[in-house]
């Protein structure tokens, strides 16, 4: 049990850390370099800085592609995410029980595995339809003409 807690808590952080990288460090999207100095149009010794440029601009281009901007698709992206790396969790969590603990006939595995996918599938769209009437009729924080308070996550 604790290195189950362990492994989670581990996860957490580095799932913090990585949200919290500044812009220049993760390589987000939209971030622009400084451009460089014209010089000599050819030279051998400036051809691997191109090369890199060009490969860090792919990259960048590439980047923008998987990660799109704010609004409904970003949500259902992280959403089905979200729902499929808990999903996964749980199940890890079922068989670990299973085998280590509780050793049930095999028809606990199969109603876990339906019981959860199936609660998944309830309860993705009611989230979905309730963001969207969230977002029809405006309950948002500080949408009623106050502004959220200066520490809440509502400021950003």
């Known amino acids: 049990m604790v290195a189950g807690y362990v492994l989670l808590m581990g996860t957490l952080a580095v799932g913090l850390r990585i949200l919290r990288r500044p812009a220049s460090e ?10 460089a100095a014209p010089g000599p149009a050819r030279t051998p010794a400036l051809e691997p800085r191109r090369e890199a440029a060009a490969a860090s601009r792919a990259w960048q281009n590439l980047r923008a592609l998987t990660r799109p901007g704010p609004g409904w698709p970003r949500l259902i992206i992280r959403l089905a995410a979200t729902a499929t790396g808990g999903y996964l969790m749980l ?24 019981g959860c996918a199936l609660l ?8 979905l339809a309730a963001s969207w ?22 400021s950003r």
């Open 120 to 127: 998944l599938g309830l309860s993705m769209p009611v989230f």
């Open 26 to 35: 993760s390589g987000a999207a939209g971030t622009r370099r400084p451009a």
């Open 91 to 114: 199940m890890a969590v079922v068989i670990l029980y299973y085998h280590g603990v509780a050793r049930a006939g095999s028809r606990f595995l199969e109603s876990a595995f339906s």
């Open 133 to 154: 009437l969230a977002e029809h009729w405006g309950h948002r924080p500080g949408a009623e003409g106050k502004e959220p308070p200066a520490g809440s996550a509502g």
